[in-house]
Protein backbone atom coordinates (compact mmCIF):
# COMPACT_ATOMS: atom_id res chain seq x y z
CA UNK A 1 0.00 0.00 0.00
CA UNK A 2 1.36 3.57 -1.57
CA UNK A 3 1.79 6.20 1.73
CA UNK A 4 1.48 9.46 1.16
CA UNK A 5 0.84 13.26 3.09
CA UNK A 6 -1.21 16.46 2.52
CA UNK A 7 -2.29 19.28 4.62
CA UNK A 8 -6.07 18.69 3.93
CA UNK A 9 -8.20 15.54 2.45
CA UNK A 10 -11.66 15.81 1.78
CA UNK A 11 -14.36 13.06 1.57
CA UNK A 12 -16.42 13.47 -1.17
CA UNK A 13 -16.03 15.80 -4.29
CA UNK A 14 -20.05 17.17 -4.52
CA UNK A 15 -20.45 20.70 -4.55
CA UNK A 16 -19.58 21.30 -0.72
CA UNK A 17 -16.68 19.10 -0.92
CA UNK A 18 -15.31 20.82 -4.49
CA UNK A 19 -15.75 24.40 -2.46
CA UNK A 20 -14.09 23.22 0.39
CA UNK A 21 -10.98 21.55 -1.46
CA UNK A 22 -10.72 24.95 -3.71
CA UNK A 23 -11.21 27.10 -1.18
CA UNK A 24 -8.11 25.70 0.66
CA UNK A 25 -6.19 24.95 -2.08
CA UNK A 26 -6.20 28.38 -3.12
CA UNK A 27 -5.25 29.10 0.54
CA UNK A 28 -2.09 27.76 -0.13
CA UNK A 29 -2.56 24.56 1.48
CA UNK A 30 -1.76 20.87 -0.18
CA UNK A 31 -5.34 19.18 -0.81
CA UNK A 32 -6.42 15.65 -1.92
CA UNK A 33 -9.77 14.86 -2.82
CA UNK A 34 -11.22 11.38 -2.86
CA UNK A 35 -14.39 10.57 -5.08
CA UNK A 36 -15.89 6.94 -5.32
CA UNK A 37 -18.06 8.60 -8.48
CA UNK A 38 -17.88 11.77 -10.44
CA UNK A 39 -16.56 15.21 -9.49
CA UNK A 40 -19.99 17.52 -9.41
CA UNK A 41 -21.66 14.76 -6.72
CA UNK A 42 -25.26 14.21 -6.83
CA UNK A 43 -26.33 17.89 -7.71
CA UNK A 44 -24.67 18.04 -10.85
CA UNK A 45 -25.37 14.44 -12.31
CA UNK A 46 -28.05 13.25 -10.20
CA UNK A 47 -29.99 16.11 -8.59
CA UNK A 48 -30.50 19.83 -9.36
CA UNK A 49 -29.02 20.09 -12.67
CA UNK A 50 -30.56 17.47 -14.68
CA UNK A 51 -34.06 17.98 -12.79
CA UNK A 52 -34.41 21.73 -13.61
CA UNK A 53 -33.26 20.87 -17.48
CA UNK A 54 -36.24 18.46 -17.52
CA UNK A 55 -38.38 21.29 -16.26
CA UNK A 56 -37.77 24.28 -17.59
CA UNK A 57 -39.61 23.47 -20.97
CA UNK A 58 -42.91 22.63 -18.75
CA UNK A 59 -42.39 26.69 -17.27
CA UNK A 60 -41.13 28.03 -20.72
CA UNK A 61 -44.65 26.31 -21.90
CA UNK A 62 -46.63 27.64 -19.35
CA UNK A 63 -45.39 30.97 -19.78
CA UNK A 64 -45.99 30.67 -23.50
CA UNK A 65 -49.99 29.84 -23.36
CA UNK A 66 -50.36 32.65 -20.72
CA UNK A 67 -49.47 35.43 -23.59
CA UNK A 68 -51.84 36.33 -26.31
CA UNK A 69 -50.58 36.69 -29.93
CA UNK A 70 -47.54 34.26 -28.57
CA UNK A 71 -49.52 30.75 -27.47
CA UNK A 72 -50.82 30.81 -31.05
CA UNK A 73 -47.38 30.50 -32.72
CA UNK A 74 -46.48 27.21 -30.51
CA UNK A 75 -48.74 24.47 -31.22
CA UNK A 76 -48.16 20.11 -31.00
CA UNK A 77 -46.44 18.92 -27.78
CA UNK A 78 -42.44 18.26 -27.18
CA UNK A 79 -40.45 15.59 -28.65
CA UNK A 80 -39.49 13.49 -25.38
CA UNK A 81 -35.96 12.34 -26.76
CA UNK A 82 -34.68 15.88 -27.73
CA UNK A 83 -36.02 16.87 -23.97
CA UNK A 84 -34.23 14.11 -22.67
CA UNK A 85 -31.06 14.93 -24.85
CA UNK A 86 -30.75 18.26 -23.83
CA UNK A 87 -30.57 16.97 -20.08
CA UNK A 88 -28.03 14.95 -21.02
CA UNK A 89 -25.83 17.98 -22.25
CA UNK A 90 -26.50 19.44 -19.15
CA UNK A 91 -25.34 16.30 -17.58
CA UNK A 92 -22.18 16.05 -20.07
CA UNK A 93 -23.30 12.30 -20.41
CA UNK A 94 -22.49 11.65 -16.76
CA UNK A 95 -18.92 12.49 -17.78
CA UNK A 96 -16.92 14.46 -15.06
CA UNK A 97 -14.30 15.52 -17.54
CA UNK A 98 -14.79 19.08 -17.75
CA UNK A 99 -14.64 19.39 -14.08
CA UNK A 100 -11.05 18.22 -13.66
CA UNK A 101 -9.50 20.97 -15.64
CA UNK A 102 -10.48 23.29 -12.21
CA UNK A 103 -8.63 20.73 -9.95
CA UNK A 104 -5.66 20.87 -11.56
CA UNK A 105 -5.47 24.39 -11.82
CA UNK A 106 -6.02 24.79 -7.91
CA UNK A 107 -3.24 21.96 -7.38
CA UNK A 108 -5.66 19.83 -6.37
CA UNK A 109 -4.97 16.07 -6.33
CA UNK A 110 -7.60 13.82 -6.79
CA UNK A 111 -7.98 9.97 -6.16
CA UNK A 112 -10.82 7.97 -7.09
CA UNK A 113 -11.88 5.74 -4.60
CA UNK A 114 -13.82 4.84 -1.51
CA UNK A 115 -12.27 6.92 1.79
CA UNK A 116 -12.50 5.31 5.28
CA UNK A 117 -11.10 7.06 8.38
CA UNK A 118 -8.63 4.46 9.86
CA UNK A 119 -6.84 6.72 12.91
CA UNK A 120 -6.78 10.59 13.78
CA UNK A 121 -5.99 12.63 10.54
CA UNK A 122 -5.36 9.50 8.34
CA UNK A 123 -7.62 8.13 5.81
CA UNK A 124 -7.32 4.57 3.65
CA UNK A 125 -8.46 4.66 -0.10
CA UNK A 126 -9.65 1.61 -1.58
CA UNK A 127 -10.87 1.14 -5.37
CA UNK A 128 -14.96 0.87 -5.56
CA UNK A 129 -14.56 -2.60 -6.19
CA UNK A 130 -12.25 -4.06 -4.23
CA UNK A 131 -11.60 -4.84 -0.38
CA UNK A 132 -7.98 -4.19 0.31
CA UNK A 133 -6.82 -0.13 0.63
CA UNK A 134 -4.45 0.64 -2.17
CA UNK A 135 -3.19 4.27 -0.49
CA UNK A 136 -3.05 5.32 2.92
CA UNK A 137 -2.85 9.86 3.44
CA UNK A 138 -1.64 11.17 6.84
CA UNK A 139 -3.41 15.06 6.76
CA UNK A 140 -1.30 16.76 8.21
CA UNK A 141 -4.20 19.78 9.35
CA UNK A 142 -7.39 17.99 8.77
CA UNK A 143 -9.89 15.69 7.59
CA UNK A 144 -13.19 17.29 5.83
CA UNK A 145 -16.12 14.87 5.31
CA UNK A 146 -18.34 15.89 2.56
CA UNK A 147 -19.80 12.59 1.45
CA UNK A 148 -23.31 13.82 1.44
CA UNK A 149 -26.52 11.54 1.65
CA UNK A 150 -27.99 8.41 -0.35
CA UNK A 151 -31.82 7.91 -0.96
CA UNK A 152 -33.55 6.76 1.95
CA UNK A 153 -36.58 4.11 2.12
CA UNK A 154 -39.39 3.94 4.36
CA UNK A 155 -40.33 1.31 6.67
CA UNK A 156 -42.92 -0.35 3.79
CA UNK A 157 -42.53 -4.14 3.22
CA UNK A 158 -41.12 -4.79 -0.49
CA UNK A 159 -40.59 -0.97 -1.12
CA UNK A 160 -36.73 -0.87 -1.63
CA UNK A 161 -37.02 -4.47 -3.66
CA UNK A 162 -39.36 -3.19 -5.80
CA UNK A 163 -38.14 0.38 -6.82
CA UNK A 164 -36.72 0.51 -9.79
CA UNK A 165 -36.02 4.60 -9.67
CA UNK A 166 -34.50 7.01 -6.74
CA UNK A 167 -33.55 10.37 -7.66
CA UNK A 168 -30.75 9.25 -9.73
CA UNK A 169 -33.06 7.18 -11.98
CA UNK A 170 -35.66 9.80 -12.40
CA UNK A 171 -33.12 12.54 -13.80
CA UNK A 172 -31.13 9.91 -15.94
CA UNK A 173 -33.76 7.30 -17.13
CA UNK A 174 -33.49 7.29 -20.99
CA UNK A 175 -36.92 6.05 -21.78
CA UNK A 176 -39.80 7.16 -20.89
CA UNK A 177 -42.22 4.92 -18.87
CA UNK A 178 -45.61 4.47 -19.77
CA UNK A 179 -46.49 4.63 -15.90
CA UNK A 180 -44.69 6.11 -12.42
CA UNK A 181 -45.61 5.82 -9.50
CA UNK A 182 -43.79 8.50 -7.29
CA UNK A 183 -43.59 7.54 -3.32
CA UNK A 184 -43.00 10.94 -1.74
CA UNK A 185 -44.29 14.38 -2.21
CA UNK A 186 -41.15 16.71 -1.02
CA UNK A 187 -39.72 18.95 -3.43
CA UNK A 188 -37.53 15.69 -5.02
CA UNK A 189 -41.24 13.98 -5.98
CA UNK A 190 -42.83 17.18 -6.83
CA UNK A 191 -40.14 18.21 -9.14
CA UNK A 192 -39.82 14.97 -10.92
CA UNK A 193 -43.73 14.06 -11.40
CA UNK A 194 -44.17 17.40 -12.92
CA UNK A 195 -41.24 16.58 -15.19
CA UNK A 196 -41.96 12.69 -15.99
CA UNK A 197 -45.57 13.88 -16.92
CA UNK A 198 -44.54 16.05 -18.75
CA UNK A 199 -42.63 14.09 -21.13
CA UNK A 200 -45.82 11.74 -21.48
CA UNK A 201 -45.74 9.06 -18.63
CA UNK A 202 -48.91 8.66 -16.30
CA UNK A 203 -48.00 10.20 -13.24
CA UNK A 204 -49.25 9.06 -9.60
CA UNK A 205 -47.89 11.05 -6.97
CA UNK A 206 -48.28 9.22 -3.06
CA UNK A 207 -47.73 11.56 -0.07
CA UNK A 208 -48.37 10.29 3.97
CA UNK A 209 -48.19 13.78 5.02
CA UNK A 210 -51.88 15.47 4.72
CA UNK A 211 -49.72 18.43 2.03
CA UNK A 212 -47.12 18.24 -0.77
CA UNK A 213 -44.12 19.89 0.84
CA UNK A 214 -45.10 19.12 4.12
CA UNK A 215 -41.81 22.13 5.48
CA UNK A 216 -43.87 24.83 3.94
CA UNK A 217 -46.59 26.48 4.05
CA UNK A 218 -49.91 24.95 3.56
CA UNK A 219 -51.29 27.08 0.94
CA UNK A 220 -47.58 26.08 -0.48
CA UNK A 221 -48.15 22.86 -0.83
CA UNK A 222 -51.96 22.95 -1.70
CA UNK A 223 -50.88 25.21 -4.73
CA UNK A 224 -48.11 22.74 -6.12
CA UNK A 225 -50.68 20.11 -5.70
CA UNK A 226 -53.51 21.82 -8.26
CA UNK A 227 -50.82 23.00 -10.35
CA UNK A 228 -49.74 19.56 -10.46
CA UNK A 229 -53.00 17.59 -11.27
CA UNK A 230 -53.42 20.60 -14.11
CA UNK A 231 -50.51 18.83 -15.48
CA UNK A 232 -52.59 15.57 -15.49
CA UNK A 233 -50.34 13.88 -12.04
CA UNK A 234 -52.78 12.16 -9.74
CA UNK A 235 -51.83 13.64 -6.49
CA UNK A 236 -52.85 11.60 -3.66
CA UNK A 237 -52.06 12.84 -0.29
CA UNK A 238 -52.77 11.49 3.92
CA UNK A 239 -52.17 7.86 2.17
CA UNK A 240 -50.56 5.24 3.71
CA UNK A 241 -48.07 2.53 2.24
CA UNK A 242 -48.79 -1.22 2.96
CA UNK A 243 -46.43 -3.27 0.60
CA UNK A 244 -44.73 -2.69 -2.77
CA UNK A 245 -43.90 -5.69 -4.93
CA UNK A 246 -42.31 -6.10 -8.59
CA UNK A 247 -44.77 -8.50 -10.57
CA UNK A 248 -43.50 -11.22 -13.18
CA UNK A 249 -43.83 -8.99 -16.08
CA UNK A 250 -41.31 -6.27 -14.73
CA UNK A 251 -44.62 -3.92 -13.36
CA UNK A 252 -45.00 -3.04 -10.53
CA UNK A 253 -47.80 -3.20 -7.81
CA UNK A 254 -48.72 -0.62 -4.56
CA UNK A 255 -50.78 -1.95 -2.04
CA UNK A 256 -52.43 1.28 0.20
CA UNK A 257 -53.45 0.53 3.55
CA UNK A 258 -57.15 0.12 3.01
CA UNK A 259 -56.58 -2.37 0.24
CA UNK A 260 -56.55 -0.13 -3.08
CA UNK A 261 -53.81 -1.33 -5.30
CA UNK A 262 -51.88 0.66 -8.26
CA UNK A 263 -50.07 -0.74 -10.88
CA UNK A 264 -47.48 1.30 -13.06
CA UNK A 265 -44.64 0.36 -15.61
CA UNK A 266 -42.16 1.87 -12.93
CA UNK A 267 -41.94 2.86 -8.91
CA UNK A 268 -40.06 6.10 -7.71
CA UNK A 269 -39.23 6.51 -4.28
CA UNK A 270 -37.99 10.30 -3.12
CA UNK A 271 -39.09 9.86 0.52
CA UNK A 272 -36.10 11.57 2.31
CA UNK A 273 -32.14 10.80 2.38
CA UNK A 274 -29.84 8.87 4.84
CA UNK A 275 -26.00 10.31 5.28
CA UNK A 276 -23.57 8.30 3.71
CA UNK A 277 -21.89 7.75 7.27
CA UNK A 278 -22.05 4.12 7.77
CA UNK A 279 -18.83 2.75 6.45
CA UNK A 280 -16.74 6.30 7.15
CA UNK A 281 -14.63 4.33 9.63
CA UNK A 282 -15.26 6.88 12.39
CA UNK A 283 -15.07 3.76 14.83
CA UNK A 284 -11.77 4.19 15.12
CA UNK A 285 -11.77 7.62 16.11
CA UNK A 286 -14.29 7.87 18.33
CA UNK A 287 -17.21 9.34 16.64
CA UNK A 288 -20.47 8.07 16.68
CA UNK A 289 -23.16 9.98 14.49
CA UNK A 290 -26.58 10.71 16.04
CA UNK A 291 -29.33 8.62 15.59
CA UNK A 292 -30.28 9.60 12.14
CA UNK A 293 -26.41 8.88 10.74
CA UNK A 294 -25.33 12.63 10.81
CA UNK A 295 -22.30 13.85 12.21
CA UNK A 296 -23.10 16.87 14.62
CA UNK A 297 -20.63 19.63 14.26
CA UNK A 298 -20.16 23.10 16.25
CA UNK A 299 -20.10 26.26 14.37
CA UNK A 300 -16.67 25.97 12.87
CA UNK A 301 -17.97 22.79 11.27
CA UNK A 302 -15.93 20.94 13.35
CA UNK A 303 -17.13 17.28 14.77
CA UNK A 304 -17.53 15.45 18.23
CA UNK A 305 -14.95 18.28 19.87
CA UNK A 306 -12.16 16.88 17.86
CA UNK A 307 -9.44 19.79 16.55
CA UNK A 308 -9.26 18.14 12.89
CA UNK A 309 -12.28 16.81 11.40
CA UNK A 310 -14.78 18.39 9.62
CA UNK A 311 -17.97 17.71 8.18
CA UNK A 312 -19.78 19.72 5.28
CA UNK A 313 -22.84 19.46 3.62
CA UNK A 314 -25.57 16.88 3.54
CA UNK A 315 -23.54 15.03 5.86
CA UNK A 316 -23.89 17.16 9.11
CA UNK A 317 -27.81 17.15 8.56
CA UNK A 318 -28.56 20.84 8.75
CA UNK A 319 -29.55 21.85 5.57
CA UNK A 320 -29.63 19.10 2.86
CA UNK A 321 -29.23 21.86 0.60
CA UNK A 322 -26.35 22.63 -1.90
CA UNK A 323 -25.92 26.26 -1.44
CA UNK A 324 -26.16 25.76 2.42
CA UNK A 325 -23.41 23.21 1.65
CA UNK A 326 -21.55 25.62 -0.07
CA UNK A 327 -21.43 28.54 2.12
CA UNK A 328 -20.39 26.03 5.38
CA UNK A 329 -17.33 24.76 2.96
CA UNK A 330 -16.15 28.92 3.15
CA UNK A 331 -16.84 29.03 6.63
CA UNK A 332 -14.73 25.77 7.34
CA UNK A 333 -11.79 26.54 4.93
CA UNK A 334 -11.27 29.92 6.74
CA UNK A 335 -11.15 28.18 9.80
CA UNK A 336 -8.71 25.64 8.93
CA UNK A 337 -6.36 28.44 7.40
CA UNK A 338 -6.09 30.11 10.46
CA UNK A 339 -9.18 32.35 11.08
CA UNK A 340 -10.24 30.84 14.72
CA UNK A 341 -13.42 33.44 13.97
CA UNK A 342 -14.42 31.66 11.39
CA UNK A 343 -17.64 30.26 12.06
CA UNK A 344 -21.42 30.00 11.53
CA UNK A 345 -23.72 32.72 13.02
CA UNK A 346 -25.91 32.41 15.85
CA UNK A 347 -28.75 33.26 13.96
CA UNK A 348 -27.78 31.71 10.68
CA UNK A 349 -29.97 30.72 8.12
CA UNK A 350 -29.34 27.54 8.76
CA UNK A 351 -31.04 24.52 9.24
CA UNK A 352 -35.56 24.83 7.82
CA UNK A 353 -34.62 28.16 7.54
CA UNK A 354 -32.26 28.33 4.61
CA UNK A 355 -33.34 29.95 1.67
CA UNK A 356 -35.04 26.96 -0.55
CA UNK A 357 -36.72 26.52 -3.85
CA UNK A 358 -39.00 23.91 -5.49
CA UNK A 359 -39.47 24.10 -9.53
CA UNK A 360 -42.73 23.13 -9.88
CA UNK A 361 -45.27 24.89 -11.77
CA UNK A 362 -46.14 27.18 -9.84
CA UNK A 363 -42.88 27.37 -8.09
CA UNK A 364 -42.30 27.76 -4.33
CA UNK A 365 -39.73 30.39 -2.59
CA UNK A 366 -38.75 30.48 1.07
CA UNK A 367 -36.58 31.63 3.22
CA UNK A 368 -37.11 31.72 6.67
CA UNK A 369 -39.64 30.91 9.14
CA UNK A 370 -43.31 30.07 8.16
CA UNK A 371 -45.74 31.23 9.95
CA UNK A 372 -46.31 28.49 12.38
CA UNK A 373 -43.02 27.80 12.73
CA UNK A 374 -42.02 31.03 13.91
CA UNK A 375 -44.87 31.16 16.67
CA UNK A 376 -43.38 27.23 17.36
CA UNK A 377 -40.34 29.08 18.10
CA UNK A 378 -41.55 31.89 20.48
CA UNK A 379 -42.05 34.77 17.87
CA UNK A 380 -45.42 36.77 18.23
CA UNK A 381 -45.61 36.71 14.04
CA UNK A 382 -48.20 37.58 11.93
CA UNK A 383 -48.11 37.10 8.74
CA UNK A 384 -49.40 39.49 5.79
CA UNK A 385 -50.78 37.87 2.68
CA UNK A 386 -50.93 39.41 -0.66
CA UNK A 387 -50.90 37.78 -4.71
CA UNK A 388 -47.83 36.98 -6.38
CA UNK A 389 -49.56 38.33 -9.73
CA UNK A 390 -50.86 41.17 -7.94
CA UNK A 391 -48.60 43.90 -9.41
CA UNK A 392 -47.80 45.69 -13.13
CA UNK A 393 -44.68 43.48 -13.45
CA UNK A 394 -46.52 40.41 -13.24
CA UNK A 395 -49.06 41.25 -16.09
CA UNK A 396 -45.80 40.30 -18.41
CA UNK A 397 -45.74 36.82 -17.60
CA UNK A 398 -50.01 36.76 -18.94
CA UNK A 399 -52.58 36.73 -17.21
CA UNK A 400 -53.69 34.54 -14.55
CA UNK A 401 -50.36 33.52 -13.39
CA UNK A 402 -51.46 33.45 -9.74
CA UNK A 403 -49.70 32.59 -6.80
CA UNK A 404 -49.24 33.61 -3.16
CA UNK A 405 -46.95 35.61 -0.97
CA UNK A 406 -46.62 35.67 2.43
CA UNK A 407 -44.95 37.74 4.88
CA UNK A 408 -44.44 36.71 8.25
CA UNK A 409 -43.16 39.95 10.59
CA UNK A 410 -41.90 40.18 14.08
CA UNK A 411 -44.17 43.10 15.09
CA UNK A 412 -41.99 43.29 18.52
CA UNK A 413 -38.88 43.51 16.47
CA UNK A 414 -39.98 45.45 13.65
CA UNK A 415 -38.20 42.89 11.26
CA UNK A 416 -39.39 39.85 8.49
CA UNK A 417 -38.55 36.27 9.84
CA UNK A 418 -39.83 34.70 7.01
CA UNK A 419 -41.26 34.79 3.65
CA UNK A 420 -42.36 32.37 1.07
CA UNK A 421 -43.45 33.42 -2.17
CA UNK A 422 -45.14 30.76 -5.08
CA UNK A 423 -46.07 31.75 -8.70
CA UNK A 424 -44.86 31.36 -12.21
CA UNK A 425 -40.83 31.74 -12.33
CA UNK A 426 -40.98 33.17 -8.69
CA UNK A 427 -37.36 31.81 -7.55
CA UNK A 428 -35.86 34.88 -9.02
CA UNK A 429 -37.71 37.07 -6.16
CA UNK A 430 -36.24 35.60 -3.01
CA UNK A 431 -32.60 37.03 -2.78
CA UNK A 432 -34.18 40.13 -1.55
CA UNK A 433 -36.11 37.88 1.00
CA UNK A 434 -33.11 36.03 1.84
CA UNK A 435 -31.27 39.49 2.91
CA UNK A 436 -33.80 41.42 4.66
CA UNK A 437 -33.95 38.22 7.22
CA UNK A 438 -30.52 37.33 7.33
CA UNK A 439 -29.74 41.12 8.06
CA UNK A 440 -32.41 41.50 10.59
CA UNK A 441 -33.41 44.44 8.22
CA UNK A 442 -35.71 46.87 9.88
CA UNK A 443 -39.14 47.25 8.29
CA UNK A 444 -38.35 50.70 8.12
CA UNK A 445 -35.19 50.30 5.99
CA UNK A 446 -36.99 48.05 3.79
CA UNK A 447 -39.64 50.87 3.08
CA UNK A 448 -36.52 53.42 1.79
CA UNK A 449 -35.65 50.54 -0.88
CA UNK A 450 -37.97 51.18 -3.26
CA UNK A 451 -38.71 48.48 -5.64
CA UNK A 452 -38.59 49.40 -10.00
CA UNK A 453 -41.86 49.88 -11.94
CA UNK A 454 -43.21 47.65 -13.56
CA UNK A 455 -41.68 44.55 -11.74
CA UNK A 456 -43.09 42.01 -9.39
CA UNK A 457 -40.61 43.27 -6.75
CA UNK A 458 -43.69 46.02 -6.66
CA UNK A 459 -44.95 42.91 -4.28
CA UNK A 460 -42.63 44.54 -1.43
CA UNK A 461 -44.81 47.62 -1.37
CA UNK A 462 -47.70 45.67 -0.11
CA UNK A 463 -45.46 44.44 2.62
CA UNK A 464 -45.17 48.16 3.63
CA UNK A 465 -48.80 49.29 3.36
CA UNK A 466 -49.80 46.09 5.23
CA UNK A 467 -47.40 45.91 8.52
CA UNK A 468 -48.29 46.86 11.74
CA UNK A 469 -47.66 50.18 13.10
Not at 205 to 213: F, G, K, R, T, V
Not at 279 to 308: C, K, S
Request: proline share 6%; glycine share 12%; net charge negative.
Amino acid sequence: MHETEADVVVLGAGPAGEVAAGQLAEGGLDVVLVEDRLVGGECSFWGCMPSKALLRPVELLAEIARVPGVRELVTGTPDPQVLLDRRDEVIHDLDDSGQLPWLDDRGIRLERGFGRIVADRTIEVSDVDAEAPRLRITARRAVVVAVGTVPAFPPVDGLQEAAGWTNREGTTADEVPESLVVVGGGPIGSELSLAWSSLGAKVTLLEAAPQLLSKEEPFAGAQVADGLREHGVDVRVGVELASATRLPDGRVSITLEGGESIEAAELMVAAGRAPSTGALGLDAVGIAPDDHGYLQTDAHLLVGGTDWLYAVGDVNGRALLTHVGKRQSRVMAQHVLGDADAALAPDELDGPRSPRVTFTEPQVAAVGYTLQAAKDAGIDAVAIDVPSDGNAGASFIGKNAGGTTRFVIDPDAGILVGATFTGAGIAEQLHAATIAVAGRVPLDVLDRATPAFPTRTETWLRLMDKRPR
